[in-house]
């Protein structure tokens, strides 16, 4: 495992409070599926996001909503990311 792959399930674990096990699983999955073959913790949470909503958009989310809320939770974990390691660069995701 990564450094980098270390870092981002470290910074996401102190998130996990209160956050469902369906939707923990999902994220978590996904970003240890992506963070095998990126190099900073930032581009791990990218691809996991873009790899979520890919799926997303190609599955009925009324059959598994759980697949949305990941999406959702993925992007929003990117913005936080950014907002703390790089808060000058925020702007540059919207």
């Known amino acids: 495992m990564s450094d980098a792959?270390?870092?981002?399930?470290?910074?996401?674990?102190?998130?996990?409070?209160?956050?469902?096990?369906?939707?923990?699983t999902a994220v978590f999955d996904t970003v240890k599926r992506?963070?095998?073959?990126?190099?900073?913790?930032?581009a791990i949470l990218r691809d996991a996001a873009d790899q979520v909503?890919?799926?997303?958009v190609?599955?009925?989310t009324?059959?598994?909503?759980?697949?949305?809320?990941?999406?959702?939770?993925?992007i929003t974990y990117v913005c936080e990311y950014r907002s703390e390691s790089r808060p000058e660069m925020l702007e540059t995701l919207l």
């Open 58 to 60: 190609r599955t009925d």
């Open 34 to 42: 992506v963070g095998r073959s990126q190099a900073t913790p930032e």
């Open 62 to 74: 009324r059959t598994n909503p759980v697949r949305l809320l990941a999406a959702d939770a993925l």
């Open 53 to 56: 909503l890919a799926e997303t």
């Open 5 to 24: 792959l270390k870092d981002v399930l470290s910074w996401l674990e102190e998130r996990q409070d209160g956050v469902p096990a369906a939707l923990r």
